[in-house]
């Protein structure tokens, strides 16, 4: 028999490592996934305020992967909370783990989202610093020394775990990873979108994006290679649980980021492709591999591969 299950940081314990990443709207399709079984959901990204997002088109489905620009749709803190209460008890009945994303432009604003989502019932919440579709958060992110008195002060007043979702712009990627861990962070989340991404209507000459800039953010396979490398470049830096993001499909997938160094693996593109039928490929995948390379458990084989990198 092989262990599926992830300690993942403090008392959080994954069942499995599949994390549905930041990005369905509301709560019905993330207590359907609690319900199917996986590990965590991660909420779309909240903000103090309601936004209403960019209009649409906002997401493009590309031959590989998708260009987005969906700009934080959501309905502020205070327009979740209820129904956040149901998913936070059906995700308990169910043995799940709910991950509260924040996203603001301010310091306070990350304050008081992550309080009231602490206050009512998640088990973690993620700092999004890397929307490249809102120009607040994407700037706090960029502002290096901005990111770090985010993660210092939301660290400061919570008492649940905080992860932070990286954006792969970041030139250093270990460098970063090293700042933010070193103000607080207890997981990291990488990779958010690859920006900027766009793909142009050949018979007019525009954006198909219908926001003003025209631009969006990559996901699915094309980044799945940049998600790998990412994860490595943080794996070797810091030593903290990551969960790797970006192009996961299938279990084979899913094994390449462990083996990157990754404790868990977020997954958004793939339920629009596949439906909600990459949980029971990456399960199975994953135990049956685990059971052909002996392995026991998924630390038994996390971030193998970096055993061959070698540092200049
Ligand atoms: C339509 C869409 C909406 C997204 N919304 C969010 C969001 O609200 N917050 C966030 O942190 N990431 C968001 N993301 C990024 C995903 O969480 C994930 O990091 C990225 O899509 C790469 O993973 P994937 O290739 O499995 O989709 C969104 C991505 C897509 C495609």
């Known amino acids: 028999m092989v262990d599926l299950s992830v300690k993942l940081v403090g008392n959080i314990v994954l069942k499995n490592p599949i994390v549905i990443a930041s990005g369905i709207p509301g709560t019905n399709a993330l207590k359907m996934f609690v319900e199917k079984g996986v590990g965590a959901v991660t909420t779309k990204t909240v903000t103090p305020e309601p936004r209403r997002g960019h209009p649409p088109p906002n997401i493009i489905r590309l031959p590989y992967g998708f260009i987005n620009a969906i700009g934080l749709r959501n309905p502020g803190i205070e327009g979740f909370i209820p129904e956040l209460r149901e998913l936070v008890e059906v995700a308990r009945s169910h ?77 250093d990627m270990g460098k970063v990873a090293r700042l933010v861990v070193d103000a607080g962070a207890d997981v990291l989340a ?107 458990s998924i630390e038994d084989f996390r971030g193998k591969a970096l055993e061959y990198i070698k540092k200049e």
């Open 190 to 296: 990488a990779v958010n979108t690859v920006a900027p991404a766009t793909s142009l209507d050949i018979n007019t000459g525009r954006p198909l994006l219908g926001n003003p800039e025209g631009f969006g953010g990559l996901s699915g396979p094309a980044i799945k290679p940049i998600a790998i490398a990412k994860v490595m470049e943080i794996a070797l830096e810091v030593n903290v649980p990551v969960i790797g993001t970006g192009g996961i499909m299938d279990w084979r997938d899913a094994v390449e980021m462990i083996l990157a160094g990754a404790s868990a693996v977020g997954v958004l593109s793939a339920y629009f492709t596949r439906g909600f039928s990459f949980i029971d490929d990456i399960l199975n995948g994953l135990s049956k591999y685990m059971v052909e390379k002996d392995y026991k």
């Open 95 to 171: 043995g799940s783990i709910v991950i509260g994303s924040v996203g603001a432009g301010t310091v306070e604003g990350y304050v008081n989202v992550s309080s009231r989502l602490e206050e009512n019932g998640v088990d973690m919440v993620e700092l999004n610093v890397s929307c490249p579709t809102a120009k607040d958060v994407y700037s706090v992110g960029m502002d290096l020394k901005y990111l770090v008195e985010v993660v210092r002060e939301t660290k400061s007043v919570l008492k649940i775990p905080v992860a932070v979702k990286l954006t792969p712009s970041y030139v």
